[in-house]
């Protein structure tokens, strides 16, 4: 009697699962890796700290640093 469960049970999970992995598709597409240049983002961590100091503090001085990060960064990328 407990085998009958199990494969009552046990057969319609295998039909899902089989289903569900014909239907997969394990073809993913390649990845598209567009590195962006170690200076780059240096430049870019420095301009987001800077960003988030000056709106902690708002203070004039930290305002110029942000400003002139996001200046520089902006002319590298030219």
Same mark, same amino acid.
């Given at each position: ?29 390649? =990845? @598209? /890796? ?19 100091? /000056? @709106? ?5 001085? =930290? @305002?110029?640093? /942000? ?6 960064? @902006?002319?590298?990328?030219?």
């Amino acid at each position: 009697m407990p085998d009958n469960i199990n494969s009552a049970v046990n057969n319609p999970t295998k039909i899902v699962q089989t289903a569900a992995w014909s239907a997969t598709n394990t073809n993913l597409p390649p =990845h @598209k /890796y567009n590195p962006i240049p170690e200076q780059i983002r240096v430049m870019i961590v420095e301009k987001r700290r800077a960003r988030a100091l /000056y @709106k902690r503090t708002r203070l004039p001085f =930290h @305002k110029q640093n /942000y400003n002139r990060l996001a200046n520089s960064l @902006k002319k590298s990328d030219r």
